[in-house]
């Protein structure tokens, strides 16, 4: 009995094109052929998802599967469940798989791919979010073979017109449905819809147009920049197969945690603790901020709590304006244990208040001669 479509994708039958999208990607993440070699129930079921998908991202598909059913969708450019679904081959199906763009299409006489995009992770400090810089990243990725200038073919020789396609890069057939006479169109699996084939392919590619290459990029991070931001560098992705337009790099960036300020918002947030002494006649303390020391004025009579605002010192807005402010909690601290002539002067400063207190300890040796008098 064939699987649900939906329930292969594991979405619900009222799932958008969105949420069908990346359900199919991690599930192609998973189970294609180049994550899990020699598994061949991996395989299998990658298939399925892939036609499940081809046939659920197609509004009129949709419609037809969900009134009559799978029947109603065989032969209308979804792949059968039995047949492979058309890579390329080699070193563009773990890219194609594990990248943004997924698997990419061509159009009618034999249109150019796109590269795939890439993506990666980037931690900086909170210093580098709040100030901007630069930093070099390095990323494995397929680039335009240089001998063969992308083409796959070996020097001297060429491309020439796929025989099956006609240079159309598509396999057009028409079949009997439910429905009646249906005409499809799927990529022309000779020449990969690229309606070109190498028959002489380069040494240094195998007929790619592409190999594998560490590439280094300078990442221009703004000011103001906040965990989880995404940059977009264009062009920086994979190399299309035998030509066409690089995908684009795609920089996750992640900030540290920092063990003196926690950001909210545009405000950077660090606490401060001080004495009673200080709390109560008031000091000046120095503050380690992010722009160098500072001198922050503590009021007389300040309570734990207080937040005391450096205005200036936080984060700027990402597109201009003035930075946000370096908010100042205040902790008092009791001091936990006192010296005799601290606890005489607390117990002065008590009387002057008419503040009640609890007793001085008689300590140890007056308490034994209480008890044995």
Not at 115 to 137: C, N, P, S, W, Y
Not at 148 to 160: K, L, M, N, V
Not at 209 to 215: I, K
Not at 347 to 362: S, Y
Request: glycine share 12%; charged share 25%; proline share 6%.
């Amino acid at each position: 009995m064939t699987q649900d479509f939906y329930e292969l994708l594991g979405v619900p039958r009222s799932a958008s094109e969105d949420e069908l999208k990346r359900a199919y990607r991690r599930l192609a993440r998973e189970l294609h052929p180049d994550a899990k070699p020699d598994d061949a129930e991996a395989e299998a079921r990658f298939k399925q998802v892939t036609v499940a998908y081809e046939t659920l991202r197609d509004p009129e598909r949709r419609r037809r599967y969900d009134m009559f059913g799978p029947d109603a969708v065989r032969g209308t450019g979804a792949p059968s469940g039995g047949g492979d679904f058309g890579f390329a081959g080699g070193l563009g199906d773990l890219f194609d798989a594990f990248f943004t763009q997924g698997f990419s299409t061509t159009g009618s006489r034999g249109t150019r791919r796109q590269g795939a995009d890439a993506e990666m992770v980037l931690q900086i400090g909170l210093a580098e979010a709040v100030f901007g810089t630069r930093h070099e990243v390095s990323l494995k990725a397929p680039v335009t073979c240089s001998t063969c200038s992308g083409s796959g073919a070996r020097e001297g020789t060429s491309a020439s017109t796929c025989p099956d396609c006609r240079g159309s890069g598509q396999i057009q057939r028409i079949r009997q449905s439910i429905l009646g006479q249906m005409m499809t169109a799927t990529p022309c699996g000779r020449c990969n819809g690229l309606g070109k084939v190498v028959t002489t392919p380069c040494p240094d590619c195998r007929g790619e147009g592409r190999r594998l290459e560490d590439r280094t990029f300078t990442v221009e991070i703004p000011p103001g920049v906040d965990d989880g931001a995404t940059l977009r560098i264009a062009g920086a992705g994979a190399a299309a197969l035998r030509g066409g337009t690089p995908g684009d790099l795609y920089v996750h960036l992640r900030v540290e945690p920092d063990n003196r300020f926690e950001r909210s918002g545009t405000d950077l947030v660090t606490p401060l603790h001080i004495s009673v002494a200080q709390a109560a006649l008031g000091t000046e303390v120095e503050l380690d901020t992010l722009d160098g020391p500072y001198l922050l004025a503590v009021p007389p009579g300040v309570q734990t709590g207080r937040v005391l605002k450096v205005a200036g010192h936080g984060v700027p807005r990402l597109r201009g304006g003035r930075r946000g402010d370096l908010l100042v909690t205040i902790f008092v601290d009791t001091p936990v244990k006192l010296s005799k002539e601290e606890d005489e002067l607390l117990r002065k400063l008590a009387a002057l208040r008419g503040e009640q207190v609890q007793p001085p300890d008689p300590g140890l040796l007056s308490r034994l001669r209480s008890a044995f008098g």
